[in-house]
């Protein structure tokens, strides 16, 4: 459907459309927002990515800043060219995702006097360690924002800490579809993938980057292998972030090369859910990882470390396990224990998928953005909920 002459104007400012977890986000909730009420639009502030396309193809369109400079500099430049677009389109709500794009249109908006801005923090802010002018830059937009949502409880609670209006914080859970695969095609896809049918799979979904934990997962996987199944394999699935070398050298070392398949980044994720028994994270920090969402939605036991919004999708002992960060002993046992244990993944997948469809489903995500776009463009207040991890609009002065 296309949008209707009378549908709010909303510029969602991100990046990159890279295959990274906001930018799948992004491809899975846009699409779906209704179009009688809202006509989205993308504008990428570091040039065209490798899903611009594929979001055209649903009827977003996708303008990038012009590709000057390599990296960070684009963002820099973008700032003028972001700044004229504002003035020319006149969206009638601005959304900000990533830091780089809150920074660089939180400024363009402020420029442009736009008042009627979104801000979604989809990590915790470690990110702002050693970058003190960024985190001053930031403390100062939050209170230009209309509204600022977190994906986790504790991302809002980093967002209020910071400064930001309680009255104007939402929280507003990653959301996905629980998918099944039926056995003759999971045994193709594992054919296609040269894996054995009756071989122990296992994946992590995380581009490479030192607070992913893969060092501390190897670490756990050299410590349990000689009691692991005899044909397992370890599918390493994400953006090499400049550590993929070391990763390689530390597997080899362990003893654990012939075990570990590197995939890259790669498009194809359910795929790769949809071949294996057991989804892992071992991530130092996280707000809510859509890679654990995913996992459950796909039926798939999660062991995870319990950081960040970890432990509002994992129920401990109910659909994965929860364990402490930097700890490749507890990551190890967690693994072997669901490894040795085929009925309780079984069970635990089952479980990881009602309650995706209870609490974490697409559906509830996208009708938690609208009730925000519909807020903010009527002036009222936000007000948390406690079930769910969405909010309304209460129409209450404050």
């Known amino acids: 459907m296309p949008p209707q ?39 990428t502030t570091r040039g065209a990515g490798p899903l611009d396309q ?77 970058k003190p002018i960024s985190r001053l830059l930031e403390r100062q937009l939050h209170r230009s924002m ?18 930001a209006p309680r009255a104007r914080l939402a929280l507003i859970h990653n959301g996905t579809a629980t998918s099944t695969c039926a056995a003759g095609d999971r045994a193709a896809a594992r054919a296609a993938l ?10 992590i979904v995380a ?40 990763l390689r050298a530390q597997a080899e070392a362990a003893g654990l090369a012939r075990h570990v398949r590197w995939l890259g980044e790669r498009g194809d994720v359910p795929g790769l859910l949809a071949v294996s028994d057991i989804a892992l994270l071992a991530s130092h920090e996280e707000s809510l990882p859509n890679a654990v969402l995913e996992a459950m939605a796909a039926g798939l036991p999660v062991v995870a470390t319990g950081v960040g919004g970890c432990a509002e999708a ?11 960060p930097h700890d490749p002993e507890a990551l190890g046992r967690a693994i ?28 509830a995500c996208v009708a938690a953005y609208e ?6 463009l009527a002036g009222q207040p936000l007000a948390m909920q406690s079930d769910a991890g969405a909010f309304v609009a209460d129409g209450r002065n404050r």
Request: charged letters at 20%; hydrophobic letters at 45%.
């Open 194 to 203: 040269g894996l054995d049918p009756d071989s122990l799979v296992l994946v």
């Open 314 to 324: 994992v129920e401990e002992g109910v659909t994965g396990r929860l364990v402490p």
């Open 207 to 246: 581009t490479l980057l030192p607070y992913k934990g893969h060092g501390d997962l190897l670490r756990a996987l050299a410590g349990i292998a000689e009691r692991l199944p005899a044909r397992w394999t370890l599918l390493v699935a994400g953006r090499d972030e400049g550590i993929g070398a070391g």
């Open 54 to 130: 594929a979001l055209r193809a649903q009827g977003i369109p996708v303008t990038p800043a012009p590709a000057l400079f390599p990296g960070h500099a684009n963002a820099l430049a973008a700032l003028p060219w972001l700044w004229w677009r504002i003035l020319r389109k006149q969206p009638d709500l601005l959304h900000f995702l990533l830091p780089e794009a809150y920074l660089i249109g939180g400024l363009a908006a402020l420029l442009a006097r736009c008042r009627r801005c979104v801000m979604s923090r989809r990590s915790l802010n470690l990110y702002q360690d050693g």
């Open 371 to 376: 009730r925000l776009y519909d807020a903010v």
């Open 336 to 363: 072997l224990a669901l490894a040795l244990d085929r009925e309780q993944r079984a069970a635990m997948g089952r479980a990881g998928q009602r309650r995706i469809a209870e609490r974490f489903s697409l559906e």
């Open 146 to 163: 209309a509204a600022l949502t977190g994906n986790s409880r504790a991302a809002v609670e980093q967002l209020a800490a910071e400064g």
């Open 5 to 43: 002459p009378s549908a709010s104007r909303i510029l969602i400012v991100v990046p990159k459309l890279t295959v990274g977890g906001t930018e799948r986000h992004l491809m899975s909730v846009l699409p779906k927002l209704d179009r009688r009420r809202f006509q989205v639009e993308v504008a």
